[in-house]
Nanobody, 128 residues
């Protein structure tokens, strides 16, 4: 059973940076999938922030984070990162990573309901 565990959240001032990490473990045989970072604030729906394809260089970024956030992975593809720069107050949320086994064209843009596997989330607080 695949498990996704996020880390790297914390408190940062506006304009600062954080790098979130999502560790995948438990083993899975999927070759083609999309993996995304979502975020959620209380009372709102989960928002897809950034995604990447397992097979190629395709990426998705929500308009609100384009030019500030970067999604990446390690060589083993068992860690997915979200580098967040120039953070704004409105970026504060619980951030989740999730994996969806559908082809890219069906999985993107990432709108809930979405994903076959989810992590438990990591809190990002942006405050001066």
């Amino acid at each position: 059973q695949l498990q996704l565990v996020e880390s790297g959240g914390g408190l940062v001032q506006p304009g600062g940076s954080l790098r979130l990490s999502c560790a995948a473990s438990g083993g899975f045989t999927l070759d083609y999938y999309a993996i995304c970072w979502f975020r959620q604030v209380p009372g709102a729906e989960r928002e897809g922030v950034s995604c990447m394809s397992s097979r190629d260089e395709r990426r998705y970024y929500a308009d609100s984070v384009k030019g500030r956030f970067t999604i990446s992975t390690n060589n083993s593809k068992n860690r997915i990162y979200l580098q967040m720069n120039s953070l704004k107050l409105e970026d504060a949320a619980v951030y989740y990573c999730a994996l969806d086994a559908r082809p890219w064209g069906r999985a993107i843009p990432p709108t809930v309901p979405w994903g076959d596997y989810w992590g438990q989330g990591t809190q990002v607080t942006v405050s001066s």
